[in-house]
């Protein structure tokens, strides 16, 4: 089992930026890929952003150039920096973490980008 804490979400101007984290306790020995998904009310999850373990990347489309994930092996904490914020990355951001085939996740926060 693997708990997710995360931080960082707000409300922020069209253009502006911010950083979400999200620090794993527990199993944190087994930790594979780490990522981000969101969800606005009505609509899928979808996926945002997702790195492993060794640092490969993988970006939604609609964030690529704009959104950077990153991640801290010895503190257990995935990063996921968001510059040139638009309206439509207004929603709740949820933290994951895949352990040993199983996919642990955070509470969510919210992100809500004013035009």
């Known amino acids: 089992q693997v708990q997710l804490a995360e931080s960082g979400g707000g409300l922020v101007q069209a253009g502006g930026s911010l950083r979400l984290s999200c620090a794993a306790s527990g199993r944190v020995f087994s930790l594979n890929t780490m990522g981000w998904f969101r969800q606005v009310p009505g609509k899928q999850r979808e996926l945002v952003a997702g790195?492993?373990?060794?640092?490969?990347?993988l970006y939604a489309d609609s964030v690529k150039g704009r959104f950077t994930i990153s991640r801290d092996n010895v503190r257990n904490t995935v990063f996921l920096q968001m510059n040139s914020l638009k309206p439509e990355d207004t929603a709740v951001y949820y933290c994951?973490?895949?352990?040993?085939?199983?996919?642990?996740w955070g509470q969510g926060t919210p992100v809500t980008v004013s035009s």
């Open positions: 994951f973490a895949d352990v040993d085939g199983d996919t642990s």
């Open positions: 790195i492993t373990n060794d640092g490969s990347t």
